[in-house]
């Protein structure tokens, strides 16, 4: 098998880990294998938008979702290190509101999977980070929703040094209270 999926606090939200080969020289995993997905998790997903960014350090994106065709997410580092932040936002979940943060980077080469329903942010907290990530959905701008970063009743404990950067859209969404959830 490809990887493992280990279940985090939000047992929706899965951490992969790979089987890496290799040694100080070089190594080789498999980021990602239908079967070994399907076996490991037991989610008959498919994927049909695959994304990249690339961010500076204290760069805080999110937390954002899609209120129609929501969309789940396979996510993982490809340089540098990022806090990648899951809420939980479907009202009848035992875990609503509730909120993961898992460190993923190029050295620990995990990934986590995000289901639909779950908003989705990370911060950087490396000098820089690329970060890709397949999405089970298409990108709908008009159904892109921003629960803010900072809310309180969510209570996300980001790790960053002072305030973190943000784009314009992050730094007015709405907070818990007010946001579309997931029925």
Known sequence: ??????????PEVLIMEPKVFGDACDFFFESFNQRDFQQATGLDVTFVQKNHSKSSQWVLSGLHYQIQHPQGKLVRVTQ??????????????SN?????????????????????????????????AEFLYKTTDYWYPKH?????????????????DGEPKLASKDAVGKIFGEAEIFE
């Not at 540098?80 to 979940?93: E, F, N, W």
């Open 96 to 128: 609503f509101g509730k909120w993961v943060g898992v460190e993923l980077s190029a050295d620990n080469k995990r990934q986590l999977w995000g289901p639909p329903g779950f908003a989705h942010g990370f911060v950087v907290t490396s000098e820089s």
């Open 144 to 160: 892109k929703r921003s629960l803010l970063w900072c809310d309180l009743s969510v209570g996300v404990q980001w790790p960053v």
């Open 80 to 93: 540098g290190t990022v806090v990648d932040v899951a809420v939980d936002m479907r009202r009848l979940s």
């Open 1 to 10: 098998m490809a990887y493992t999926a280990t279940p985090t606090v939000l």
